[in-house]
């Protein structure tokens, strides 16, 4: 079954530090989301993007969050001057259309800790 | 605006009770999507069912079952004879079917389920 990849599974970072999250969506799909989920806490909504940009936005996702499609494959997240509260399970999901109707695939997450 | 409200922090049971996790939906959509995904203590979310609002049979899948209520806007997910490996934490979330519409998570219900 096609998968959502997410590199890396795990990454530590010093406050401050800027960080790029990888995903490689399903082939086929068109709409990219990431969600983020601070420890203990429910799973929020950061961004969708879909032809080249960005579609919605949540409050959270504010200038120091950029998302990119640098190539056909990979989609990915950047953080700017990271502070310690972006601690948190980043997710990437792709879906094929974007409402639910086909549903969403996650991948499996990437643990950011930022000391 | 959407939001789903999972009441239930935490529930304990003991291996082979019944359990019931409560989901509450609010859309002003005719037209939605409702969720269940699991994230056992790994970390990753995976899904277990996608139900449209048109769609108000319950569905059983091994001992898994979900009553869709629109009456009530609830979407209410039951395990049988409940197991350890069921213990995770369980999300319910929702997703408008109009524009490019995120899921919106519940807070999640932890299910410790105990030998």
């Known amino acids: 079954e096609p998968e959502v990849t997410q590199t890396p599974s795990h990454q530590v970072t010093q406050m401050g530090q800027e960080v790029i999250l990888r995903c490689v969506p399903i082939?086929?799909?068109?709409?990219f989301y990431w969600y983020r989920q601070i420890l203990g806490q429910k799973v929020e909504f950061l961004v969708s993007f879909y032809n080249n940009e960005i579609s919605e936005k949540s409050e959270i996702f504010d200038d120091q969050f950029s998302v990119e499609r640098p190539d056909g494959s990979n989609f990915t997240l950047k953080i700017r001057s990271t502070k310690l509260e972006d601690s948190a399970m980043y997710f990437c999901?792709?879906?094929?259309?974007?409402?639910?109707?086909?549903?969403?695939?996650f991948g499996s997450g990437t643990r950011l800790t930022v000391v | 605006a959407q939001k789903v409200t999972q009441a239930q922090t935490e529930i304990s049971v003991v291996e082979k009770e019944d359990v019931t996790l409560d989901c509450v939906y609010e859309?002003?959509?005719?037209?939605?999507?409702l969720f269940w995904y699991k994230q056992p203590p790994s970390g990753e979310l995976v899904f277990l069912i996608r139900?449209?609002?048109?769609?108000?049979q319950n569905e059983i899948s091994g001992r898994y079952s979900w009553n869709f209520q629109k009456s009530t806007s609830s979407f209410n997910f039951t395990i049988t004879a409940s197991q350890v490996v069921d213990s995770a934490v369980y999300f319910c979330?929702?997703?408008?079917?109009?524009?490019?519409?995120?899921?919106?998570f519940g807070t999640g219900t932890r299910l410790l389920v105990s030998p």
């Open positions: 139900r449209n609002s048109f769609d108000e």
């Open positions: 999901a792709s879906s094929e259309i974007g409402t639910g109707v086909y549903g969403y695939t």
């Open positions: 082939s086929n799909h068109l709409y």
């Open positions: 859309t002003r959509d005719t037209t939605y999507y």
């Open positions: 979330a929702l997703s408008e079917a109009t524009g490019f519409q995120k899921l919106v």
